[in-house]
């Protein structure tokens, strides 16, 4: 009997060359489809951070424009009364009710504090002067009485932070003459003057905030508002927009990736070179279910956070085929800014940006839970009224937004106007989709044709 040759292997030997050769490539592998995953997680956390400033940002401005609005209130009592106010306690108590985050209203004649609101707990404000050694007559005419000044954050004489927003009133005398008359004041206490914005949510969330502003008295930025949790990883930062004035929100999330994942990725990966296509299939799953986190956060438009296209198209779908019984009507609306073009050109695509976010605030607030404003392009927007009972239903929303697209918006100190065009198209059994946004569209023109900031209706 021939006996076999024995022999040992050398580790280089091409016996185990191979098996070598695919340990790297399933490890490299792994790394990458690693890399790949992580890659993804921090766009997903990105978005929704962006996302979660922004919105939060926008909701600050919306409280202070509110509260910083009562100005303008009082200001109109003022002209009506020719100086005086009757009942102003009364009306004041009123007032403050209506609008949210304000927190005293006052009346300052010649720019010395002598009513305020509550009375009690501000008795050592009265008498105060706002212009007290300031050059009066150098000042006064400077003064724009169409916009609030907001002058903050500031330790308030009450004692606690906040913020003051006043507005000049000047009057006409008998011979016609603008003179001025004072102030009329908001003051804000914080936090309740962005108390509707609820900032304290984003702990819940697992996101640190901090909201910063410079104080006009001694020119330090100061700590507003913050989470008890101190700011890590990366900050994402947004100003937010408060009267004339900017403040700073920075929103961060602690970084996993540089607390412990880097020791759990390379345990991961040490898995992979050894279970190699069981792991491979739970990655790739994990990176799929990522890449449609993605595309649902690219269902909305990163300008003003409404529906894009491809979440309208879907929305309108399911609203025909719940219209295709009979039970209730759907109108498609398209709507159109006058006047866009030529603010965008005159201030800068900044102004126009911020004029759409305006507009996106303004129409979403005429909309019910039922309805859809989604941004289709430019300065173009779609409406998707669902569950109409009635024509007479759907012009009242269409009256609510032509009457809020035409309200003033304030830009860099300028008071800036435009219009909305608006076609409609209602739903009918055998027209599609298309034919339902030719029809609106066509109408949008239609309305353009005929003076602009109306709504028509298709034939």
Sequence with gaps: MRLPLMF??????????LPIIVFLLTAMVGGWIC??????????????????????ATAI??????????ANALAVMVHQGKGRVAEFPRLAKYMLNMYKGAYALS???DGVVQQIEPAASNSCVNGHNMLAGM??????????????????????????MGAIGKLPVFLKNAEGKAHFWGYTLVTLKFPDAFSDAHLENMEARGYSYRLTGRNPQTSRVELISASRKPMQGRIYTRQVKVGNDEWTLEVSK?????????????AVIVIISSLCMGWFTYVLVAVVRSRKELQSIAQYDALTGLPNRRL???????????????EHQVAVCFLDLD??????????HAAGDYLLQQMSLRLSNCMRTTDMLARFGGDEFVVVLSELHSIDECEKILARMINAAQEPVEINGKQVVVSASIGVAMYQPGIGRDELMQRADAAMYQAKQLGKNKYVFAD
Excluded: C
């Excluded at 040992?8 to 060359?17: D, I, N, V, Y």
């Design 35 to 56: 890399f790949k995953t992580e890659s993804n997680r921090r766009e997903i956390e990105m978005a929704r951070a962006n996302q979660l400033v922004s919105s939060y």
């Design 107 to 109: 009346l300052a004649p």
């Design 312 to 326: 309208l198209e879907s929305h309108l779908k399911h609203a025909i085929a719940g219209a295709a019984n009979g």
């Design 135 to 160: 050059d009066r007559a150098t000042l006064i005419p400077t003064m724009d009485q169409n916009v609030v000044e907001f002058y903050g954050p500031i330790r308030l004489l009450q004692g606690p």
């Design 61 to 70: 401005t919306r409280q202070f424009d509110h509260a910083l609005s009562a």
């Design 339 to 348: 006047g866009f073009k030529e603010i965008n050109d005159s201030l800068g």
């Design 8 to 17: 040992t292997a050398h580790p280089t030997s091409p016996t185990w060359r």
């Design 254 to 266: 602690k970084d996993d990736w540089q607390n412990g994942t880097r020791t759990l990725v390379a």
